[in-house]
T-cell receptor
Framework: GQNIDQPTEMTATEGAIVQINCTYQ??????LFWYQQHAGEAPTFLSY??LDGLEEKGRFSSFLSRSKGYSYLLLKELQMKDSASYLC?????WGGGNKLTFGTGTQLKVEL | GAVVSQHPSRVICKSGTSVKIECRSL??????MFWYRQFPKQSLMLMAT?????????EQGVEKDKFLINHASLTLSTLTVTSAHPEDSSFYIC????????????FGPGTRLLVL
């Protein structure tokens, strides 16, 4: 099975930078995803990492270290609309290589 | 980006009845679709993986006779909650993976089910 850990809640200030960490344990790692989910809505795709290093996409960046079983999502120039739950999800080779296992999510609150 | 729709978006039903939820990929063919369930303030839990033209693969603890999945075409999968009970009340979300893109799944907007 998999074990995915991320903080339950975080609070940050508008305009600031916030880093959301995710650690995982899996025997057949095949990619890590970050999703954003607003309350009552479906998740939207933010980023995908399968190799070590940093992937940058606008205000959002995601980092992966496979040897450490660690990833983070970096959000820059925070806006109020960034208040949402951020889900870390790991894909493994089992089940045909399709299956995503989600962490419990980090509820980010952006304040003025 | 790829669009996935779900219908209905919200449904209220009586205990003991069955409810069908549709998931459609609107602008791509989805060889694989996934059904998730999310209880309040919890993360998404995968219920089953649906492959077009074959039987769905259910996760441990998910009753296949209670949650019937049909993936009859490359753009449509349905989830039927049979003999629904109040504990089945949840947010049901489908996702679809384009056959050409192994990187991500695209999520539908979700269906909120309330069983009275």
């Amino acid at each position: 099975g998999q074990n995915i850990d991320q903080p339950t809640e975080m609070t940050a200030t508008e305009g600031a930078i916030v880093q959301i960490n995710c650690t995982y344990q899996t025997s057949g790692f095949n990619g890590l995803f970050w999703y954003q989910q607003h309350a009552g809505e479906a998740p939207t795709f933010l980023s995908y990492n399968v190799l070590d290093g940093l992937e940058e996409k606008g205000r959002f960046s995601s980092f992966l270290s496979r040897s450490k079983g660690y990833s983070y999502l970096l959000l820059k120039e925070l806006q109020m609309k960034d208040s949402a739950s951020y889900l870390c999800a790991v894909r493994d080779f089992w089940g045909g290589g399709n299956k995503l296992t989600f962490g419990t999510g980090t509820q980010l609150k952006v304040e003025l | 980006g790829a669009v996935v729709s779900q219908h209905p978006s919200r449904v209220i039903c009586k205990s003991g009845t069955s409810v069908k939820i549709e998931c459609r990929s609107l602008d791509f063919q989805a060889t694989t679709m996934f059904w998730y369930r999310q209880f309040p303030k919890q993360s998404l839990m995968l219920m089953a993986t649906s492959n077009e033209g074959s039987k769905a693969t259910y996760e441990q603890g998910v009753e296949k006779d209670k949650f019937l999945i049909n993936h009859a075409s490359l753009t449509l999968s349905t989830l039927t909650v049979t003999s629904a009970h109040p504990e089945d009340s949840s947010f049901y979300i489908c996702s679809a993976r384009p056959g050409h893109n192994q990187e991500t799944q695209y999520f539908g907007p979700g269906t909120r089910l309330l069983v009275l």
